[in-house]
């Protein structure tokens, strides 16, 4: 059975830093692309960032341009997403995604919560 789990959200100050992780089980992960949303209270799923199956093409909604990035490891069936100059307007859950055609799965979300 095909799963994701999520790890590392978190309540965080202004301006800290975070890495969230997810892995995944019970599909060949290599050969998904995965993707970072996140959800707002009151506000829809957005798109954060995705990255191609080899890791070499990422792309980013452009409020987290330059402050975030996602990896990946094959290896780990494992993706990243490192959160850097976090401001309150991150808060919300982040959820992790794996596409390929019309196959898609989704993890139960972490929250992150960016606060003095």
């Known amino acids: 059975q095909a799963q994701l789990v999520e790890f590392g959200g978190t309540l965080v100050q202004p301006g800290g830093s975070l890495r969230l992780s997810c892995a995944a089980s019970g599909f060949t992960f290599s050969n998904y692309a995965m993707r970072w949303y996140r959800q707002a209270p009151g506000k829809e799923r957005e798109l954060v960032a995705a990255?191609?199956?080899?890791?070499?093409?990422?792309n980013y909604a452009d409020s987290v341009k330059g402050r975030f990035t996602i990896s990946r490891d094959n290896a780990k069936n494992t993706v990243y997403l490192q959160m850097s100059s976090l401001k309150p307007e991150d808060t919300a859950v982040y959820y992790c995604?794996?596409?390929?055609?019309?196959?898609?799965?989704w993890g139960q979300g972490t929250q992150v919560t960016v606060s003095a």
């Open positions: 995604n794996a596409q390929l055609g019309q196959s898609k799965y």
């Open positions: 990255i191609a199956i080899f890791g070499g093409d990422t």
